[in-house]
């Protein structure tokens, strides 16, 4: 079992940033459904890019996830994934008052049988391909999150959302599942019985809800701009950004992996985490940092 984890866990490549930022030139973001802003992290020496944003804007579809959007998306994530100075990555909307409303029923209605289950695969294997990008990943939910909006923010590490945001997995509304990882991260996540109440019933449910149950880890009061869970997000970004970047990816690797094993197989992979952790500089710097008394300047090295 632990064999194929071995080559997983090889995550001490040396950082190597990508030659350009983000999907597009400023002129031609502006007409793609989904757009990359890197932020810039609280010492610029340290952290040129730190927190990176994929801003979902498909304001006439309500960031429905269509054919150009799926695409799109998975082009930024196979761009991002090997760009080392990513230590966060966060994901938010630029249409207000909705985060993502779920799959594009108008676009799938075009489809054929055979075409549906070809584009359910690769919505899919896009959830997946969050789910292990390796830097820890955020959502911002300032609006509705609804069927594989919900699926989407689920394959997040963390969630964050305004408390008059609205969610559910409501595929059964519509004489559909879950079909993009729903099923198998709402349980995760909240447990067996009550992922089975949302998922049959098809609830919504408030951001403020949602915090109570667990499927969020913040909720706040929205602001008149409608970006309070971004703002909050951002907050939660940059608590995470000045910390040992190998140690947050590895502790990401330990926590994903071992959720899926026995706890005998999950501590053999937090042991082959930890080893891999033994070699770098951040280790050395955070030991020096504590003995001098001094804050810890981690280089991801």
């Not at 779920?102 to 676009?107: F, I, S, T, V």
């Not at 990816?249 to 999950?266: F, H, N, P, Y």
């Not at 992979?269 to 981690?298: H, V």
């Amino acid at each position: 079992m632990l064999r194929p984890l071995t080559s997983a866990l090889r995550l001490l490549r040396p950082w190597k940033p990508l030659q350009t930022r983000g999907c597009a030139s400023d002129g031609a973001a502006r007409g793609r459904e989904i757009q990359v802003r890197a932020l810039e992290g609280p010492d610029q020496a340290l952290s040129p890019a730190g927190i990176t944003e994929i801003l979902m804007n498909r304001p006439r579809a309500r960031n429905a996830l269509g054919n150009v959007f799926v695409r799109e998306l998975l082009e930024a994530l196979a761009q991002l994934r090997e760009d080392r100075q990513v230590r966060v990555l966060l994901f938010r909307s630029a249409v207000k008052g909705v985060f993502c409303a779920g799959a594009d029923l108008k676009e799938r209605e075009q489809m054929s049988e055979a075409e549906v289950e070809v584009f359910v695969q690769r919505l899919r294997g896009m959830m997946t391909e969050i789910a292990a990008f390796p830097a820890p990943t955020i959502a911002a939910l300032d609006g509705f999150a609804l069927g594989g909006g919900l699926e989407l923010a689920l394959a997040c590490d963390l969630r964050v959302a305004a408390s008059t945001a609205v969610m559910g997995l409501i595929e059964t509304t519509r004489g559909l599942l879950p079909g993009a990882g729903g099923t198998q991260r709402l349980p995760r996540c909240l447990g067996v019985a009550l992922a089975k109440e949302l998922i049959f019933t098809g609830r919504r449910l408030s951001g403020t809800q949602a915090q109570v149950l667990g499927l969020v880890n913040h909720a706040v009061v929205q602001n008149e701009e409608g970006n309070a869970a971004y703002h909050r997000a951002r907050a939660l970004a940059q608590e995470i950004l000045p910390q040992a970047p190998i140690a947050v990816r590895l502790s990401k690797v330990a926590i994903d992996r071992g959720m899926e094993v026995d706890i005998a197989s999950g501590m053999a992979i937090e042991g082959i985490c930890y080893a891999q952790n033994i070699p770098t500089q951040d280790r050395l710097e955070g030991m020096a940092a504590f003995r001098e008394k001094r804050p810890p300047k981690f280089v991801g090295k």
